[in-house]
């Protein structure tokens, strides 16, 4: 895997109903086999953000997913970060890919995207999942 990703970075993170709280030394996982590992190099945030703020855990979009990735699957991924789980609020995101799984060839360290936000293939039990947050640990 190459990667240009530090071990450690810092993240505000919301871990609850009104409550944020700024992590240092938060781990940075290697991408697994599948996997690849982006560096966000923007994010907006908006009011959806402001009602998973306020709303945390009750909101529509923070429940786990039900279909769309087997739960082993799910299981894997670091950031997958369902229910109570803390999140890290902003899901508009322009991302540098940092680091790549062993199995990814479409993809390579440098490439630059903007990040679908809303997964519509991966419903939750009320909306369906989403970048920042069921899935921005």
């Known amino acids: 895997m190459a990667s240009t990703a530090p ?8 871990v609850g109903p009104d409550q944020l709280r700024l992590t240092e030394g938060k781990e940075v996982f290697a991408p697994g086999e599948h ?3 982006a560096r966000v190099e923007a994010c907006g945030v908006c009011f959806s953000d402001l009602k998973l703020l306020k709303q945390f855990h009750r909101h529509a979009r923070k429940s786990a997913v039900t279909s769309g990735i087997p739960p082993r699957t799910l299981a894997e991924m670091p950031n997958y970060a369902p229910g109570d789980n803390p999140t890290v609020p902003g899901h508009e995101a322009v ?22 936000t809303d997964y519509r293939w991966l ?15």
């Open 35 to 37: 996997q690849v590992l």
């Open 95 to 116: 991302i540098r890919v940092a680091g790549i799984g062993a199995d990814i060839t479409r993809y390579k360290v440098g490439d630059r995207f903007l990040v679908q």
């Open 7 to 14: 071990t450690t970075q810092r993240a505000v993170q919301l």
């Open 123 to 137: 419903p939750t039990a009320s909306s369906n999942a989403a970048f920042g947050y069921n899935f921005c640990k």
